[in-house]
């Protein structure tokens, strides 16, 4: 059946060179799997500067690079909290800790289990209810209730927007971001699960997986997730065991031909059966088949040459799944992934049309709309030249690596937001410290991570250090110039842009002025792109040339093709200008019911850096007397906030914008910034303190030219 005719090499090839076009292929895969590996270090790193029980992991068709921009996949973010111990056998049990002894017997089908509360003082099990946690069941053991890691705690934790899905919590994607972030919480087991210890010792044809998988394997263990099984009768204390860390590890060992298999395989279920018959066949179904068809066929097999064979067995492999109803998980396989999932009355119609799909030897592939796959292949057929899509899912992973940054540092600093300056100082101190030992005992990720959240806290502790100095004698000691000097290469401007605030805030206008022209000639806005994760708002598209930048580069990139937004601590007050000042108290009262618990940033200053930078040029000028170079800088704020697409603090900027107008007297075009600023966020808006004290200003003013 799967002899190739004639045609399918070419019609391999032109698929994969579509593929490759799309990004589906060996540069973009390792590039999406760094970038999230990379975010999850930083996640790692902040967890540990804040001294948390829990770990992260980044899962799913995101990190495992076998997704394109048209399939929309979402990632998981595995939340592991490690207060508790799971045992798998007596002999592992360790006193003073939270022990749960993992149960797997005849009351729990495949891949699931239950967990029993031993005592601390001893390896017995618990006979005494200690709290809500746990229920007894009907043969009296005391049990973990799954309800513990409900995902509603992850919503009201971070008082976040989404859906709930069993035991995942989906969290929206960011405006023109691509994907959702599913939370799911889990607890960690240390050792391999007894029900995947036979799969350990077999091999397929090909030796896959190799040898040094398996080793990896045995020593990553696996979580439990707080889900029961199909219509089990242990609803409340069922959980299901997750090999996840070894799940990645296989698709990090596939060939470039077995992803662009599953990526296919994914494209035919969004394209021919999701819309009709959702929920029936998932995408880890999808996976699961192509794991075990490359565990039981030679290696040679899975080539380019060969793709549309590939693709063509592991649809009726997938067909064959179905007919059976039965898919067994890969490494668990008496557990069946398709149990229940499909309707008798679906089932004919998912049948008719893999079959379909299978006989047309490739020629459906030519209706997929996804990513244009099919008006793509048509066009390879005819020797027509396409566009590729590489550069935008560079430019989307350089972002997401900066944004990245931005949101663990965020994370760090909001617990020092209102502290004082030798709480703040000396914490800042503890983190740096920290993140070199990590640096210097680490490797591959988890240094590089280091070496980006590092001088970001540089800066910001030098300018704390500078605040305070300012305060005491109105200078900047070298002590603060040193640790700022640290972060200055960040990126393009942020970190630049506070020094030169620092020199503007002693009145040392030459420097300030030096620094800036500095910041704006490096600050090429063909190819710059602001940077700001606060909060949601609609993100238009990326400058061509920031696309090109990022597909050919690394992280290194960061330091000239994007500019954060300046974030100004309480504590760093005496380091920005008194215009400034008002985005610390923008909240009333009442604006604080209307915050989320990831909204601290509102009690900092924050500015883009683009605006921030013309403002300060405005500033400067006006105290040099330079009126040319004065009004071109106001020009340049003015222009910014009209035209900039991906300003994340246009209010903040309408507000600096309003007391230049007010210093150049006129306050109807202040007035006018001031409502526009309002306009754009209604809520926690330093705007509404400089309408009234404009109009204040202006009725007094009234009063007395008449009398």
């Known amino acids: 059946m799967f002899q190739a005719p004639d045609y399918t090499h070419t019609v391999s090839v032109r698929l994969s060179e579509v593929l490759a076009d799309i990004g589906v292929d060996e540069r973009i895969i390792l590039r999406r799997r760094k970038t ?216 990090f060992n596939l060939n470039i031909t077995q992803i662009r298999c599953y990526v296919l395989m994914k494209m035919i279920l969004k394209s021919h059966i999701k819309p009709y018959y959702e929920g029936t066949i998932t995408s880890f179904m999808c996976k699961t088949v192509l794991f075990k068809l490359i565990a039981n066929t030679n290696p040679n097999f899975w080539r380019e040459t060969n793709l549309i064979v590939c693709l063509s067995l592991c649809l009726f492999a997938l067909y064959d799944s179905v007919l059976n109803e039965n898919c067994p998980h890969f490494i668990i396989p008496g557990n069946n992934l398709m149990a229940g999932h499909i309707a008798h009355e679906s089932k004919p119609h998912i049948l008719e049309i893999l079959q379909d799909i299978i006989n047309s030897k490739g020629k459906r592939l030519l209706q997929i709309k996804c990513d244009d796959l099919g008006a793509r292949l048509q066009q390879k057929l005819n020797n027509l030249s396409l566009f590729k899509t590489s550069d935008i899912v560079s430019g989307d992973l350089l972002k997401l690596a900066a944004e990245g940054i931005t949101d663990h540092i965020d994370f760090c600093l909001f617990c020092i937001s209102n502290s004082s300056y030798d709480v703040a100082i000396q914490t800042l101190l503890k983190y740096i410290f920290e993140l070199v030992t990590i640096f210097n005992q680490s490797e591959g990720m988890d240094k590089t991570a280091c070496s980006l959240l590092a001088p970001r806290f540089c800066t910001t502790l030098g300018s704390i250090l500078a605040s305070l100095n300012i305060q005491q004698h109105n200078g900047i000691s070298a002590e603060a110039l040193t640790w700022v000097s640290l972060g200055l290469n960040t990126d393009v401007a942020s970190s630049k842009l506070k020094l030169a605030s620092m020199y503007y805030c002693i009145g040392d206008y030459h420097r300030t002025e030096i620094a800036l022209r500095d910041i704006e000639r490096r600050y090429d806005q063909n190819i710059v792109e602001p940077i700001c994760f606060c909060y949601d708002f609609i993100h238009e598209a990326r400058r061509r040339g920031f696309n090109e930048i990022s597909d050919n580069h690394n992280e290194e990139a960061l ?149």
């Open 559 to 707: 330091q000239y093709a994007t500019a954060s937004c300046v974030r100004f601590l309480p504590c760093e007050i005496n380091c920005i200008p008194a215009e400034l000042w008002y985005e610390m108290f923008r909240s009333t009262g009442e604006d604080h019911a209307f915050r989320g618990l990831l909204d601290n940033w509102m009690d900092w200053a924050v500015i883009d850096s683009l605006p921030y930078l013309y403002f300060l040029q405005y500033q400067t000028y006006r105290y040099l007397g330079r009126q040319d170079n004065k009004h071109r800088a106001l020009s340049n704020l003015i222009r910014t906030i009209d035209q900039e697409p991906n300003l994340g603090h246009r209010e903040t900027a309408l507000n600096l914008l309003g007391q230049c107008m007010e210093q150049e007297d006129r306050l109807i075009d202040a007035l006018h910034c001031y409502l526009l600023s309002l306009d754009l966020r209604g809520r926690n808006n330093s705007a509404k303190i400089h309408i009234c004290r404009l109009l204040s200003a202006m009725v007094n003013h009234q009063a007395g030219t008449m009398f």
């Open 36 to 251: 999230w590996m990379l975010v999850e270090s930083m996640r790692y790193c902040a967890g540990i500067l804040r001294n948390l029980h829990s770990k992260y992991y980044y899962l799913g068709s995101q990190t495992e690079g076998s997704t394109t921009l048209g399939l929309e996949s979402d990632t998981d973010l595995l939340m592991c909290n490690n207060k508790c111990k799971i045992v798998q056998n007596w002999g592992e049990w360790q006193p003073g800790l939270t022990n749960l002894l993992m149960i797997q017997d005849e009351t729990v089908p495949p891949g699931y289990c239950l967990l029993q509360h031993l005592r601390d003082d001893a390896p017995l099990p618990h006979h005494i209810l200690c709290n809500g946690n746990f229920v007894r069941d009907k043969t009296g053991r005391i049990l973990l209730s799954n309800t513990i890691l409900s995902s509603s705690m992850v919503a009201e934790a971070y008082n976040l927007p989404g859906e709930y899905n069993g035991p995942a919590f989906t969290q929206p994607g960011q405006s023109g971001v691509y994907f959702d972030v599913d939370h799911v919480l889990a607890l960690p087991c240390k050792t391999w699960p007894l029900q995947a210890q036979q799969w350990l010792n077999q091999q397929g044809v090909g030796q896959w997986p190799s040898d040094e998988m398996i080793k990896y394997f045995r020593n990553t263990g696996c979580f439990v997730v707080g889900a029961e099984s199909k219509g089990s009768e242990n609803e409340e204390t069922e959980w299901r065991i997750s090999t996840s860390l070894a799940e990645r590890c296989l698709m």
